[in-house]
């Protein structure tokens, strides 16, 4: 079976969470580019040159109308305003997951944010963790089952 390749990742948050799923797709081999959001510029250049992402993104609507691929490793509480903001601006093919440690808020949120585009939102549930923040504290994790011989 083959594995699943992206040519365009977005990420907002790129932290532990946001940075480790980056890190774990180029150690995968399976994405060509991730650009990265956040509120913290520090975080975002730090992540850029710890090779977490390509590029920080400067606008929204450009960057997510041709990704594969959009994470939302924001706080839950963050993630309502920021589908509101992308979902008009999404691609017809472009999947959006989130990396919230909460379920039932976050598909709510989806369901009312979303709209007609909530079919293009996979709720997922972090797999990263540690006492540590931000993208210093990312590291590349195992998310693609590789087939046995």
Excluded at 64 to 79: I, K, N, S, Y
Excluded at 99 to 126: E, I, N, W
């Amino acid at each position: 079976m083959a594995q699943p390749s992206f040519k365009k990742i977005v990420i907002f948050g790129v932290g532990l969470i946001g940075g480790s799923f980056a890190l774990a797709l180029r150690k995968a081999g399976v994405v060509d580019e991730v650009v990265g959001f956040g509120r913290s510029a520090g975080n975002l250049q730090q992540a850029k040159e710890l090779g977490i992402i390509d590029r920080i993104g400067e606008d929204i609507a450009k960057e997510v109308r041709d990704a594969d691929l959009v994470l939302l490793a924001t706080p839950v509480g963050q993630m309502a305003e920021l589908m509101g903001r992308i979902a008009p601006h999404l691609g017809p093919r472009t999947l959006v997951t989130d990396g919230g440690s909460t379920k039932s808020d976050v598909v709510r949120d989806a369901y009312a944010q979303l709209g007609g585009k909530v079919g293009q939102f996979v709720p997922a549930h972090p797999i990263a963790g540690a006492e540590q923040s931000g993208a210093a504290a990312a590291g590349a994790i195992c998310i693609w089952a590789k087939k046995s011989s």
